[in-house]
């Protein structure tokens, strides 16, 4: 059972460059989220999906896009990165109503 | 949507109790509120849940008094491995659920 996956664990980006960090879940979760942690901070939630074919944006959605054609992943897309997005990414899942959220070992993001 | 309010940080050593406060005065009726830990580099990890009264389990125990505007994480005589910053989240599935900035404990020998 790998849990919540995410991939690539680094990545280095021009400012401007596109590019999708990707997570997966093997436990049939039904909720899916992203967030973002800059150094010293809390996670700030980016978007969310309650299910499949459903999201919604969280505190700090601009400049970032997701999708949910499936219930396994949960694709964060940066359309055009700016050096204000650098930070480490985490993606977390749940079960369901009130349980317990899951968390990737993150990826940490760099844009120059 | 509740916001919660904890300590920006707290010390302690080897052994003792270390209780931990969150604020959420305006928490709604299906809220339910749960602790994680985070450590460097790392996702953060669940710890608790509770609605209301005690709950514990093998690592805490989680006080919540019975309006639900606050809630107490009890870590029992802490080690050196407790070092992390400690979160507080209010909400239901389908809320944003919300991390705000933690409480850094750290733990001395």
């Known amino acids: 059972n790998a849990g919540v996956t995410q991939t690539p664990k680094f990545q280095v980006l021009k400012t401007g460059q596109s590019m999708t960090l990707q997570c997966a879940q093997d436990?049939?979760?039904?909720?899916m989220s992203w967030y973002r942690q800059d150094p010293g901070m809390g996670l700030r939630l980016i978007h969310y999906s309650v299910g499949a074919g459903i999201t919604d944006q969280g505190e700090v959605p601009n400049g970032y896009n997701v999708s949910r054609s499936t219930t396994e992943d949960f694709p964060l897309r940066l359309l055009s990165a700016a050096p204000s997005q650098t930070s480490v990414y985490f993606c977390?899942?749940?079960?369901?109503?009130?349980?317990?959220?899951?968390f990737g070992s993150g990826t940490q993001l760099s844009v120059l | 949507l509740a916001k919660t309010t904890q300590p920006t940080s707290m010390d302690s050593y080897e052994g003792q109790e270390v209780n931990i406060t969150c604020s959420h005065n305006n928490i709604a009726t299906n809220d339910y509120i749960t602790w994680y830990q985070q450590f460097p580099s790392q996702g953060p990890r669940f710890i608790i849940q509770?609605?209301?009264t005690k709950v514990t389990n093998e690592v805490a125990s989680l006080f919540i008094p019975a309006d639900r505007k606050s809630s107490t994480l009890s870590l029992p005589r802490v080690s050196l491995s407790d070092t992390a910053v400690y979160y507080c989240l209010v909400g239901d599935i389908g809320d944003k659920l919300i991390f705000g900035a933690g409480t850094r404990l750290a733990v001395h020998p």
């Open positions: 436990m049939n979760h039904e909720y």
């Open positions: 509770g609605y209301k």
């Open positions: 977390a899942s749940s079960l369901g109503s009130n349980e317990k959220l899951f």
